[in-house]
């Protein structure tokens, strides 16, 4: 299960918005042996298609790693990234270009309805459902 | 020549490359699709045709999506 603290859901949901239309990303940080996500750090999207795809710039991404783990100290847990307008799920993409394997992936979906959270772990070869909870309310 | 390569969020590996390798080479021998990791000098991206000069590099694996 991942568990968000309420300020680092709402930083992300926020950061979706502002996003629209186009897709963000960021780096999830807390700890990687409970689960729980203690802040964002938001990545630039640099894709050229930045409607429907994301893409972190390796310097950006390093630098925002850095700044999780040798800045405040805490591990990085996984990654997030915005469907302004859906699925729910990861997208043939996501599962072909994943690359951290025993991480979390998190996507924030803005479809037509409230905003929805969803988050899979990475096992090198599919993505496996996890159960999301914020402020421990059980949200997902 | 031995080249120290900082896995992020992995671990840390002595690899051990021919004097004129390139960095493709350097993530071939760690396993990585040049297409999923890149390999950062002093915290810049270098070309995965590019000779091996550094000593000490980090690999990342790349972060992309739909």
């Known amino acids: ?140 | 020549m031995k080249v120290t390569a900082d896995v992020k969020n992995g671990d840390v590996h002595d690899v051990e490359l021919a004097d004129d390798a390139v960095y493709a080479e350097l993530l071939d021998a760690l396993g990585f699709n040049p297409e999923a990791a890149v390999v950062l000098v002093d915290g810049r991206p270098v070309p995965e045709d590019a000779r091996v000069d550094a000593e000490d590099v980090v690999v990342m694996r790349t972060l992309s999506g739909g």
Not at chain 1, 47 to 76: C, F, H, I, W
Not at chain 1, 100 to 119: K, Q, R
């Open chain 1, 1 to 140: 299960m991942v568990e968000f603290t309420e300020q680092a859901y709402d930083d992300m949901l926020e950061h979706a918005h502002d996003g629209v239309p186009h897709e963000i990303c960021g780096v999830l940080a807390g700890d990687r042996d409970t689960g729980v996500v203690e802040d964002v750090v938001r990545v630039e999207n640099v894709s050229d298609t930045p409607r429907t795809n994301y893409m972190m710039e390796p310097e950006k991404q390093l630098e925002a790693v850095d700044e999780v783990e040798e800045e405040r100290g805490l591990d990085v847990v996984g990654f997030y990234h915005s469907h302004p307008e859906g699925p729910e799920h990861p997208s043939e993409t996501d599962e072909a270009r994943a690359t951290w394997p025993d991480h979390t992936y998190v996507i924030v979906s803005l479809g037509p309805e409230e905003p929805w959270v969803g988050a899979w772990t990475w096992t090198g070869h599919e993505f496996l459902k996890q159960d999301v909870d914020v402020g421990g309310r059980g949200e997902n």
